[in-house]
């Protein structure tokens, strides 16, 4: 059951909290918490839930009788995972609303927005709530408290069709909403929700929405700073034309190459969809275009998205690509095909590279044919490890729960080329090749030297040279001349602000040593300034590293 839920439906009562007392007892004394819990039944039947011990402690804790202890609270928590990344992720979901694609793969449920379910566990979480984001945030952030977890530095996402599509003045009501949830009071005004979230206990540390590859011009990455945004996911689904044109998916994949371009100019982090298994694709065909999205620079290249999710086409009966699977004009890959497919593709996937999902959180219930198995990603994990082949992707290479020792770190810089871009990856890694933390520096490429490598005009459909650099400029000033960090990240489990905790990789400087090394490298290429896409909760941490507020970045002097 879902903990929100869980947690509507149940009380404390002072004889499951005096149980709880008594379990966390034993594990204070060295007891493994499953073992403990099984000491104590309740009266009712059954055992104290990991709910219930974070409420005891929380009251031991509140009322003086026990010291905070990071490392008990850590070993109660609900679904530690979910905050290993180092940011506690919020999902928020926009009311239904047009959206300009008529992809034949995408559901429709008329009281969802397009291509989303109301029984998959977000979307769930949106319907209940009336798709208020205000309401949506502050739940979420109250159950995520009282099963454990940190909620100082939040994530949050963005889900609902093509947020593009939406009205602006719904964009920045919304926008503000969850803002005025995460800083706890009510704003007259985004800029105003902005300012408060920069000292505010919870802090917006990253911004996510969704949209399309036809979407996104310079102006429309401007309004989205002007909110705050830092990530986009972006439906790649296809890097083959005749696949997107059987699957009425409404752009090129050019427009899909045009679009990572602008936004690796402008600073965002870029999280691509891929889909195989389309109306036209085959197994071949599948491993050949997941593989382009890897290539260097060039007339048609530089994908290279920070994070990808694979999400296999699901044969849904409420899509438009039923009807061609009963006509006999489409057939899923088994289940088996899928699995050695992606198996097969995982491993070529860049160090620089997380894999955020294998796929869609969509019960199989609703899966008419083809796979319907929700653990594929494990599925996969299991095949390659059969294999005796590893996946060096950065989820797969993520430091997680481990302890950190600072002395044993080493610096590795992964430098590869990127539409218009050269770009640093670097990573404070362990012995054991686990990332520590990471930094994402941009250069982008001056426009002679893109010229020398592309003279017909790059990234052009129609032979004319694409005004990237001019389109940015013109909207994006405080980019002018700057080398671009588009994120810093460091692992392990998520402490509030300011805090440490003995072998955790946050808050022991890892951060500010990337920062000083990314400057470095930006001079020496010639930039005389460095700017940040920085969300709202991250401003006070980079005005600490010498950074000051432009327009809609922070930018320093080299």
Request: glycine fraction near 8%; charged fraction near 25%; include cysteine.
């Amino acid at each position: 059951m879902d903990p929100e839920t869980w947690l509507k439906d149940h009380r404390y009562s002072p004889t499951t909290l005096a149980i709880a007392r008594l379990v966390l007892e034993e594990i204070r004394r060295g007891k493994e918490v499953f073992q403990a819990t099984r000491r104590y039944p309740l009266p009712e039947g059954g055992y104290p839930p990991k709910h219930a011990l974070v409420a005891a402690y929380r009251q031991l804790v509140n009322s003086g009788e026990w010291p905070e202890d990071a490392d008990l609270l850590a070993s109660i928590r609900m679904k530690p995972v979910r905050t290993l990344s180092g940011v506690t992720t919020v999902t928020v979901l926009t009311k239904p609303y047009p959206c300009p694609g008529q992809c034949i793969f995408c559901p429709t449920e008329e009281r969802m927005p397009k291509s989303y379910l109301s029984d998959e566990p977000g979307a769930r979480r949106g319907l209940q709530h009336h798709f208020d984001p205000f309401d949506q945030v502050a739940s979420r952030l109250q159950a995520l408290k009282d099963v454990g977890h940190p909620i100082e530095k939040i994530e949050l996402l963005i889900l609902g069709g093509t947020w593009s599509s939406y009205r602006r003045d719904y964009q920045e009501w919304f926008v503000q909403r969850c803002f005025d949830a995460m800083n706890g009071v009510d704003s007259p005004n985004l800029i105003e929700a902005q300012h408060v979230n920069e000292t505010a206990t919870h802090r917006n540390v990253g911004l996510v929405i969704e949209t399309r590859p036809d979407e996104i011009t310079p102006a429309e990455l401007a309004w989205l700073r002007y909110l705050g945004v830092t990530k986009l996911q972006m439906g790649a689904q296809s890097l083959d034309d005749t696949v997107l044109r059987l699957n009425k998916r409404g752009h090129t994949a050019f427009e899909t190459l045009r679009a990572s371009a602008l936004l690796r100019a402008a600073g965002f982090k870029i999280v691509l969809h891929w889909m195989p298994n389309l109306l036209g694709a085959t197994l071949a065909n599948d491993d050949a275009d997941f593989r382009r999205l890897w290539q260097p620079a060039g007339p048609d290249s530089g994908f290279c998205p920070d994070e990808i999710k694979i999400y296999p086409c699901q044969l849904l009966e409420n899509a438009e690509l039923y009807q061609y699977w009963q006509r006999g004009e489409y057939q899923p890959y088994s289940e088996q095909d899928l699995v050695k497919l992606i198996a097969d593709i995982k491993p070529s996937i860049p160090r620089y590279c997380r894999v955020n999902r294998v796929i869609r959180d969509i019960p199989s219930t609703h899966v008419v044919a083809g796979n319907k198995r929700t653990s594929l990603r494990m599925d996969v994990a299991d095949e390659l490890a059969r294999r005796g082949t590893p996946c060096e992707c950065l989820r797969c290479r993520e430091v997680r729960g481990h302890g950190v020792d600072p002395g044993t770190l080493r610096l590795d810089e992964l430098i590869y080329t990127a539409a218009y871009a050269e770009e640093h990856f670097l990573s404070y890694v362990t012995p054991e090749d686990q990332v520590a933390g990471y930094l994402r520096l941009s250069l982008p490429m001056h426009r002679a030297r893109v010229e020398q490598l592309e003279p017909e005009g790059p990234l052009s459909e129609t032979g004319k040279p694409l005004k990237l650099f001019s389109d940015i400029a013109l909207n994006l000033p405080d980019l002018n001349g700057s080398a671009l960090i588009r994120e810093v990240h460091i692992y392990g489990q998520s402490l509030p602000v300011g805090s440490e905790q003995h072998g955790a990789a946050q808050h022991i400087g890892l951060g500010t040593h990337l920062i000083q090394i990314a400057g470095e490298i930006a001079r020496a290429h010639g930039f005389k300034r460095i700017a940040v896409i920085a969300a709202v909760g991250t401003r006070q941490y980079y005005r600490g590293r010498g950074f000051d507020m432009g327009e809609l970045y922070m930018v320093k002097a080299l």
